[in-house]
């Protein structure tokens, strides 16, 4: 079956680290990725997203994340955190799954970055 | 500025009790998804509908029900068949159901958290 694997859960932070968070799928089609993310008490909102061409993509808040087709990877980086990082990060793939587009989310990595 | 709006914010439910979550978009989006958040399980997909006047069964669709009787509402009933329905409901929405949507991300509410009393 289709998935999407965050493999750290919890990740903790000084400022001005350098973030990488994990992201597979086990999907030999054509996919859309997507990274999401929820601050505290807020919506889920897109952070970025790659559906063809240059496979490093960047997206808002000098997020950054990189498709490597034959690793069937999705990670997303920064160079620096903030405190503002502080969230939960949901990578996402949309596929067909039986004749459908269906997005299938991972479970989620939650960033505490300290001060 | 367009956007979903989900209510309420909190619900409680009795056993035994049917209760209906909210969700209601003003972006024209032709399909809207229906997901339950647990701790350390991602968002699971309940029930979507790519069209008005239809829908379709997510993952977990046992205990709950649906209806799109408007494009821009698709409320949630969580039946009391639904023996552990704590948790934190998000609704989304994107432009369409079909191949062309597959590059748009989705839309979502603030959510509903439900709590057994």
């Known amino acids: 079956a289709q998935s999407v694997s965050q493999h750290n859960h919890h990740v903790i932070l000084s400022e001005a680290a350098s973030l990488e968070l994990g992201c597979n799928y086990s999907y030999g089609g054509t996919v859309n990725l997507f990274w999401y993310v929820q601050y505290p008490g807020q919506h889920l909102q897109l952070l970025l997203k790659?559906?063809?061409?240059?496979?490093l993509v960047k997206g808002i808040k000098g997020f950054e994340a990189e498709f490597i087709k034959s690793k069937f990877s999705f990670n997303l980086r920064k160079p620096s955190v903030q405190w503002s990082d502080t969230a939960e990060y949901f990578c996402?793939?949309?596929?067909?799954?039986?004749?459908?587009?269906?997005?299938?989310f991972g479970t989620g990595t939650k960033l505490k970055v300290l001060a | 500025d367009g956007g979903i709006t989900q209510s309420p914010k909190y619900l409680f439910r009795k056993e035994g009790q049917n209760v209906t979550l909210s969700c209601e978009q003003n972006?024209?989006?032709?399909?809207m998804y229906w997901y339950r958040q647990d701790p350390g399980q991602g968002l699971r997909l309940i029930y979507y509908?790519?069209?008005?006047?239809?829908?379709q069964k997510g993952d977990i669709a046992e205990g709950y029900s649906v209806s799109r009787e408007k494009k821009e509402s698709f409320p949630l009933t969580v039946t009391s068949a639904q023996k552990n329905p704590t948790a934190f409901y998000l609704c989304?929405?994107?432009?369409?159901?079909?191949?062309?949507?597959?590059?748009?991300?989705?839309?979502f509410g603030d959510g509903t958290r439900l709590s057994i009393l």
């Open positions: 996402a793939v949309n596929a067909e799954v039986s004749g459908t587009y269906k997005y299938i």
């Open positions: 509908s790519q069209i008005v006047n239809d829908f």
């Open positions: 989304a929405s994107t432009p369409s159901g079909t191949a062309s949507f597959r590059n748009q991300p989705q839309h």
């Open positions: 790659y559906f063809s061409g240059d496979p």
């Open positions: 972006l024209n989006h032709d399909a």
